[in-house]
């Protein structure tokens, strides 16, 4: 599977996800960013390279 295709399923997933993390969570306050600047991946970006590193077969 390819990184763009990879990507496509997992923010597919994210999408209805977050709309549920919303409504099922209580909210909590976002805690300020020591660099003072907001975190710019979203969590599906986050995911997608972390599993594309696991089939790359790099590492140990």
Request: with cysteine; glycine share 0%.
């Given at each position: 599977m390819d990184?763009?295709?990879l990507?496509?399923?997992i923010h597919d997933f994210f999408l209805p996800y977050e709309k549920w993390k919303v409504m099922q969570c209580v909210p909590k306050e976002?805690?300020?960013?020591p660099r003072g600047h907001p975190r710019q991946l979203p969590?599906?970006?986050v995911m997608a390279i972390l599993i594309a590193f696991h089939q790359s077969g790099i590492g140990p």
């Open positions: 990184i763009i295709a990507f496509c399923e976002t805690p300020v960013e969590p599906s970006e």
